[in-house]
């Protein structure tokens, strides 16, 4: 079993929808939550990050940690067109190199 | 400013072959990143570089997988005797921060994509 289990989807929504992505993990040590973003032929690139427990948003992004569950969530508000990607959940302990991804969830947005 | 170049973009080597994959991280930046990423999956750590000093290789899959970063900048990523099972992308992350702790942002190259035939 992996350590970061995430649905690879497809999710398809209509545009402005309320998206929810989440992951689970096994890994109680993690301690800081990424999510990344990736379009099609591109690198990764990081969208938000939380440290332990708790919430933060950014713009029409917000990003939960329950480490109770072992559950984190990103919620994407007034979804667009453009929002269509790969996202990423990755961990990483408090004191390590490495990260630990998810295997993805495929989002379309349709206009 | 730039970001992480990777090149190839692409390669398709014949299975036994030798591959080199070359990574440009942003400058200035200490740490450097190697992943692969089977179709469909998450990237997967192979190893890490502060500097030019090899600090982590536990991620690389066999013997045959070797990584370089002799001046501390550019990183080579070399795979001996290629297998079809080596056929992924490639990715290059460089990050400014040294240590361990924090989050330890990482900024990725767009990849090599390796077909082994």
């Known amino acids: 079993q992996k350590e970061v289990e995430q649905d690879p989807g497809p999710l398809s929504v209509p545009e402005g929808a309320i998206v929810s992505l989440n992951c689970t993990y096994s890994n109680s040590a993690f301690q800081y939550f990424m999510w990344y973003r990736q379009y099609s032929r591109k690198g990764p690139e990081l969208l938000m990050y939380?440290?332990?427990?708790g919430n933060k948003e950014d713009g029409r992004f917000t990003a939960q940690v329950d480490k109770s569950s072992k559950y984190i969530s990103l919620f994407i508000r007034d979804s667009q067109p453009s929002d269509s990607a790969t996202y990423l959940c990755?961990?990483?302990?408090?004191?390590?190199?490495?990260?630990?991804f998810g295997a993805g969830t495929i989002l379309r947005v349709k206009s | 400013g730039a970001g992480v170049s990777q090149s190839p973009r692409y390669k398709v080597a014949k299975r036994g072959q030798d591959v080199a994959l070359r990574c440009d991280p942003i400058?200035?930046?200490?740490?450097l990143f190697w992943y692969q990423q089977a179709l469909g999956q998450g990237p997967e750590f192979l190893t890490y570089?502060?500097?030019?000093?090899?600090?982590?290789k536990s991620g690389l899959p066999s013997d045959r997988f070797f990584a370089e970063r002799p001046e501390g900048s550019v990183s080579t990523l070399k795979i001996q005797r290629t297998q079809q099972e080596d056929s992924a992308v490639y990715l290059c992350a460089s990050s400014p921060y040294i240590g361990s702790g924090g989050p330890y942002e990482q900024y990725f190259g767009p990849g090599t994509r390796l077909t082994v035939t």
């Open positions: 990755a961990m990483k302990r408090e004191y390590g190199n490495k990260l630990v």
């Open positions: 939380t440290y332990s427990s």
């Open positions: 400058s200035g930046h200490v740490s």
């Open positions: 570089f502060q500097n030019e000093a090899q600090l982590d």
